[in-house]
């Protein structure tokens, strides 16, 4: 045995001595066992482990389940076994069998780890909430049997939609909850001969009742949740000196310390007062360039991780994808350039997949070829925090958070690749653009430059326009991307209107094929079904979010003429927002409200007497500048002129929009109910709108560069 400052002086020399990559199993291998394979050690290593034994990793981090908080697949005697089977027909839950064959799951990781040179973590995740989906009329197998006994521990109410998180979250608040954390801790490194414990809180966000309710997490419950790591350090070094070994303990955080502190979790206290050996940023959202994380670790003193975990950007298309190995290589090129201490890789789990030989360090994807995207993880930082959006300091853009450039308007993008003087001009670079179907049309209106460089000779490859990016052009390091829209003519004096959008209302849209368009708002009770060759929208819900429509992202200019056409007849009404169209410019908001008896410009202050309720009407709104007008069946019915004022950046006037596109406010065409507390309902016949400007949808980039490609 040896005295605990001895080693913790082992501990921290041992954090420093290399890089780390972990590969992190979720444990899922022996919860869904294949029924047709046999329950032995041999068999189940080789479903995930086995074939791990030649490649360039260091760690092995096993996450016994721990889902929902309390089970296990280990042999706990503090927690509950999971020994459910899940309901899969080709697969069942070998816990129970293993366990009494005396060969514990975790036991066995660790031994393969530890015998192939690799050490062997425990990973235990914090506040895993897959058990959400339990109902008492439908119970769910991951729900433990604790919450079942003690509700109270809870932040929220079984099915109740929390502000942030998710109710099944336990409360770090509550000392029983802290005490039980600590006892799983103590009990693996007393049991088990782990090299370190992973301490996963990113599965999921959520400790605190007051957060889970829309607020941040106070003084207390942040003081408490820094004892709590005091205690889990105290314990992994006591147990370290009773074996003779050190236990280390990686963390697995967001990569914002200020986010993480709102939420709870007092990153930089840790780093100060040596609670970690290893920091891992970023899960669902990075929310930080790599260079800011290593900078925070620097100033601490300690060792950062990049955490690169899969993709879930919905919406890909197959010639380029995030989960590719090109892809993967750029995020290891980019997170080494910035000077990270260690990879950790998160929901990968088949052994031979190709970059894991490529993720031992900077020379193993030096001169490979690469996918630079400009966005990874488009998770929502608002999902575990309000107003978490504020802490983003990196730009999303992917298929379903597209951007849309506009003439006049150019928009940057600075994409940090890693390849270096030296090793550049002997690659062949690209950046392509996906751009939509008609992405051949648009071969002469979007301007691209690189660095100041203007990107010419495109070509057309399905969705995508591919630039040569010339490797001059480029730097090791941030560049900076612009694109920009050449203007459309205005059309003659006279000539009829060229829509740019129309929806005739003749089918319900869906999902993805509607997009852009989408639905904003929360569940509530409305209807939306298409009867008599129109569009039945009802808004039938007086409950907080309940705005029932369909939103568009628009492109249009202010300084120009912008037109948006409707037809409609308006059913019921018990508020002027309940049935309304809504335009945004970038600049200016309007609500044009429609009730049975007249027609009105909401933030305006203007009504007209209309019979908007006896039959279909078609209505025409026109805004330039500071001015706007509505025409009914082609007769001027409110002029608006000089009153089309209200800012976009008046966020009074905003809507509660959801899925985290709060940013739509400032720039859409949306029709069917804005207001939470009225009801309404209208039959609409189309909608369709144009713009002053070219506008286009930037629905991805990527930054290509090959290095087997012949030199042109």
């Known amino acids: 045995m040896k005295s605990v400052d001895a080693i913790r002086a ?22 869904y066992y294949p029924k047709n394979k046999p329950l032995t050690p041999e068999t189940f290593l080789a479903l995930r482990t086995t074939g791990l034994a030649d490649k360039e990793l260091t760690t092995i981090s096993y996450c016994t389940i721990s889902s929902g908080f309390s089970y296990f697949t280990h042999g706990t005697r503090v927690g509950t076994v999971l020994t459910k089977n899940m309901d899969n027909p080709k697969a069942i839950n070998a816990t129970a069998d293993f366990l009494a064959q ?29 058990d959400a989906a339990h109902r008492p009329d439908k119970p769910y197998k991951l729900f433990p049997p604790l919450k079942e006994e003690h509700p109270e521990w809870l932040v929220g109410t079984v099915g109740v939609k929390q502000a942030c998180g998710t109710w099944s ?34 599965r999921h966000l959520c400790y ?30 006591r147990e370290g000196a009773r074996r003779g070994k050190p236990i280390l303990i990686a963390v697995r955080v967001p990569d914002d310390a200020e986010y993480s502190r709102a939420i709870g979790l007092d990153v930089e206290y840790w780093m100060s007062n040596d609670i970690a050996d290893f920091y891992i940023g970023s899960d669902y959202f990075q929310l930080r360039p790599w260079e800011d994380w290593v900078a925070l670790g620097r100033r601490h003193g300690v060792k950062v991780l990049a955490g690169l975990s899969e993709s879930r950007v919905r919406n890909e298309d197959k010639r380029f994808r995030r989960g590719s190995q090109w892809s993967y290589r750029a995020r290891l090129a980019r997170a080494w350039a910035a000077g ?64 849309n450039i506009v003439s006049g308007r150019p928009r940057t993008l600075t994409m940090t690749i890693s390849e270096p003087d030296g090793a550049r001009e002997h690659g062949r ?49 941030g560049n ?26 003749q089918k319900v849209m869906t999902y993805p094929a509607q997009l852009p368009w989408r639905r904003l708002f929360k569940e509530c009770k409305w209807l939306e079904e298409v009867r008599d060759g129109c569009l039945v929208l009802a808004d039938r819900d007086s409950a907080p979010g309940s705005i029932p429509h369909l939103a568009y992202p628009w492109n249009a200019d202010s300084t120009g003429s912008n037109v948006v056409e409707v037809r409609l007849k308006v059913i019921s009404s018990t508020a002027p927002e309940a049935v309304c169209v809504r335009i945004a410019d970038n600049s200016h ?41 509505v025409y009914a069946d082609g007769k001027l019915l409110l002029d608006g002129a000089g009153k089309f004022t209200t800012s976009v950046e008046d966020q009074s006037r905003w809507l509660p929009l959801a899925h985290g596109l709060q940013e739509w406010n400032r720039r859409m065409v949306y029709f069917g109910s804005a207001s939470e507390a009225g009801q309404g309902e209208a039959h609409w016949q189309f909608m369709r709108f144009r713009d002053s400007g070219n506008s286009l949808v930037l629905k991805d980039f990527v930054l290509s560069v090959d290095y087997n490609a012949p030199k042109q």
């Open 340 to 403: 990270v201490d260690g990879i950790y890789i998160f929901n990968v789990f088949n052994p031979q997949t190709a970059f894991f030989r490529e993720c031992g360090g900077p020379q193993s994807v030096a001169g490979k070829t690469k996918h630079y995207f400009a966005t990874i993880r488009d998770g929502r930082p608002t999902r575990y925090l309000a107003g978490g959006d504020a802490f983003r300091r990196l730009p999303i853009l992917t298929p379903l958070q597209p951007w």
């Open 208 to 237: 605190f009742k007051s957060v889970a309710q829309g607020g941040r997490a106070t003084e207390a419950e942040i003081t408490a949740m820094n004892e709590l790591m005091l205690r889990i350090r105290a314990v992994t070094d």
């Open 480 to 505: 900076e991307i612009v694109f920009a829209a050449a203007a459309d003519p205005e059309p003659p004096a006279g000539q009829d209107v060229v829509w740019k959008v129309e929806y005739d209302c």
């Open 102 to 130: 005396g060969q514990d799951p975790l036991r066995l990781v660790v031994d393969f780890a530890q015998n192939h040179g690799f050490e062997g973590f425990w990973c235990f995740r914090m506040n895993d909430t897959h």
């Open 429 to 477: 670079f690209a950046a392509h653009l996906r751009v939509g179907e008609k992405a051949a049309e648009l071969v002469d209106k979007i301007d691209v430059h690189v660095n100041g460089v203007r990107l010419e000779g495109a070509a057309v490859a399905g969705e995508w326009l591919d630039f040569p990016v010339p490797a001059a052009a480029l730097r090791h390091g």
């Open 10 to 31: 082992e501990r921290r020399e041992l954090a420093q001595s290399r890089p780390r990559v972990i590969i992190n199993n979720d444990g899922c291998d022996l919860l």
């Open 589 to 629: 908001v309007e609500m044009i409200t429609f009730e049975p008896g007249r027609v009105g410009l909401s933030f305006a202050g203007m009504t007209a007497d209309f019979p908007a309720g006896d039959d279909f009407h078609t209505y025409r709104i026109v805004s330039c500048g500071k001015d706007v007008q």
């Open 169 to 202: 979250s336990v409360d770090y608040a509550r000392p029983e909850i802290r005490e039980l954390a600590l006892q799983y801790v103590e009990e693996v490194c007393r049991n088990y001969p782990v090299d370190g414990i992973e301490l996963d809180f990113c």
